[in-house]
């Protein structure tokens, strides 16, 4: 049983570049979740989804996209990285809808975008 | 969304009480409070959820008052590996939390 797991865990870009995150979970969860955290500051929900097939936006969807073809994985992408894209982003997953239960994160992904 | 604001950081020692208090002055009805605890280069990890009044599970306590706007999570006798950034987190079903900028809790031999 892996929980919430995401690949790649580090990542280099050069600005342009596109590239896609992938987040894995192995608990059945419907609802599934990518946020962002920089150097010092909490997390922000870029986008998220309630289940298979659906996506919606967050705080901060600018620049991203999402997809939720299986109930198991959520992708992020990015289509054209800036640097303002540096960041570690988490995936999180749960079995309760929004805030009404425990979130699951994986260990993040470290993005550079140069 | 409710924003949530906590101390940037606070210090203790080895066995004592800590108390860590959240204000989400905008709270709205359907709201739950969930803190959060995250190790560095860790995924944040769930301590305690609750909506109002007092919940206590097997490593924490959340205290919350009748009118919701503040939360306090409250860490019996912490030692070393308590050490942790705390993450009070305000959202609802939908799906969208505001994750503050979480309190820096070092402990201290």
């Known amino acids: 049983n892996a929980g919430v797991t995401q690949t790649p865990k580090f990542r280099v870009l050069k600005t342009g570049q596109s590239m896609t995150l992938l987040c894995a979970q192995d608990m059945n969860h419907e609802y599934m979740y990518w946020y962002r955290q920089d150097p010092g500051m909490g997390l922000r929900l870029i986008h998220y989804?309630?289940?298979?097939?659906?996506?919606a936006k967050g705080e901060v969807p600018d620049g991203y996209n999402v997809s939720r073809l299986k109930k198991q994985n959520f992708l992020l992408g990015l289509e054209s990285a800036a640097p303002s894209q540096t960041s570690v982003y988490f995936c999180?997953?749960?079995?309760?809808?929004?805030?009404?239960?425990?979130?699951?994160f994986g260990e993040g992904s470290r993005l550079t975008v140069l | 969304l409710a924003k949530t604001t906590q101390p940037i950081s606070m210090d203790s020692y080895e066995g004592q009480e800590v108390n860590i208090t959240c204000s989400h002055n905008n709270i709205a009805t359907n709201d739950y409070i969930t803190w959060y605890q995250q190790f560095p280069s860790q995924g944040p990890r769930f301590i305690i959820q609750g909506y109002k009044t007092k919940v206590t599970n097997e490593v924490a306590s959340l205290f919350i008052p009748a009118d919701r706007k503040s939360s306090t999570l409250s860490l019996p006798r912490v030692s070393l590996s308590d050490t942790a950034v705390y993450y009070c987190l305000v959202g609802d079903m939908e799906g969208k939390s505001t994750f503050g900028d979480g309190t820096t809790l070092t402990v201290k031999p």
């Open positions: 989804s309630v289940g298979e097939g659906t996506t």
């Open positions: 999180a997953s749960s079995y309760h809808r929004g805030n009404t239960g425990e979130l699951f």
